[in-house]
């Protein structure tokens, strides 16, 4: 059997908002988090600018895979996230903003500390009180422990403990 390979993730957390916010208005937007579809998944296509074959993660049952969208548009995908419940923390697997959400003419910030947040909620919810690791970038190490508190462990792995995750939860999360 194929040992699965850990994705090193290279999201940037540009901003942590309350929402996400419109680059260009400066309007804030409530977000839903909510599970990816089958039918979601031919707009989300290397095709059309994606990095990642989401296919692949949708189609692993071990995996849970969520889209963010706007609150009263679920039909446009602002960024998806693939997690894994493990024995006592969530595991992010794989984290991207869409397309036009990258780069410096970003469409909207704050989508990936959105998604960091919800995995984070998840992790409470299921008692393991806000632990979420991941396989980080060696390069975005230093960021990762500046903008979401999360603490370097080994090697490339990356912790965010309750206390930070808490303050993302309630940052994004007002429930």
């Known amino acids: 059997m194929e040992k699965a ?5 290279d999201f940037v957390i540009d901003r942590l908002t309350n929402s996400i916010l419109n680059t260009i208005s400066g309007d804030s ?26 296919k692949l993660e949708f189609d692993d049952i ?8 706007i609150s009263n548009n679920s039909d ?10 493990e024995q006592d923390h969530v595991f992010m697997n794989l984290l991207e903003s869409a397309p036009f959400n990258i780069g410096k003419h970003k469409l909207y ?12 909620k998840i992790s409470f919810q299921k008692g393991f009180e806000g632990y979420v690791a991941f396989t980080a970038k060696s390069r975005l190490i230093e960021h990762y422990e500046k903008t979401l508190g999360a603490i370097h462990f080994k ?5 965010i403990e309750t206390i930070p995750a808490r303050i993302l ?7």
């Not at 390979?5 to 993730?9: D, G, T, V």
């Not at 910030?109 to 984070?120: F, K």
């Open 5 to 9: 390979k850990n994705i090193e993730q």
């Open 29 to 54: 937007f409530q977000t839903d988090v909510f599970r990816l579809s089958k039918t979601d998944l031919k707009h989300i296509t290397r095709k059309k600018g994606w990095n990642f074959n989401w």
């Open 62 to 69: 071990k995996k849970e895979v969520y889209k963010l969208t």
């Open 76 to 85: 446009i995908i602002q960024g998806l996230l693939s997690i894994t419940m």
């Open 109 to 120: 910030e704050g989508v990936a500390g959105n998604l960091v947040a919800y995995a984070c």
């Open 155 to 159: 090697n490339q792995r990356m912790i």
């Open 169 to 175: 939860v309630e940052k994004y999360f007002k429930t």
